[in-house]
């Protein structure tokens, strides 16, 4: 669900309606994908629309991810400018995957 960015330079009018209209309708480019790394504590997303001030929000895609939430061992444990880190359980689990979406 990504939006058309037109550049700082458009003058077409129908391109940049386009885009608000994209916009209105809760299309956004910071959305993505992760699965957590097996056989570690930590994963980092790595999102050049990731800032210091995102709150990444995360969804379960698999049953491994959601357990991995049920777990109460997941938790995103630094945002910095181009990436973010969730800390969880040190498992050899695989397919722990989860959609994201950066708010701010």
């Not at 994908?33 to 980092?44: D, E, R």
């Not at 001030?53 to 991810?65: H, K």
């Not at 938790?75 to 800390?87: D, L």
């Amino acid at each position: 669900m990504t939006v058309s960015v037109p550049g700082i330079t458009e003058t077409d009018l129908k391109k940049i309606v386009l885009s608000i209209q994209q916009l209105a309708s809760g299309r956004s480019n910071s959305v993505g994908s992760v699965t957590l790394t097996t056989g570690a504590a930590t994963t980092t997303v790595t999102d050049a629309n990731c800032s210091s001030g995102s709150v990444p929000i995360l969804t379960p895609t698999t049953a491994n991810a959601a357990a991995e939430i049920g777990n109460g061992t997941m938790y995103v444990s630094a945002v910095v400018n181009g990436s973010f880190t969730i800390t969880h359980a040190n498992s050899a689990t695989a397919n722990r995957s989860f959609k994201y979406a950066l708010h701010g």
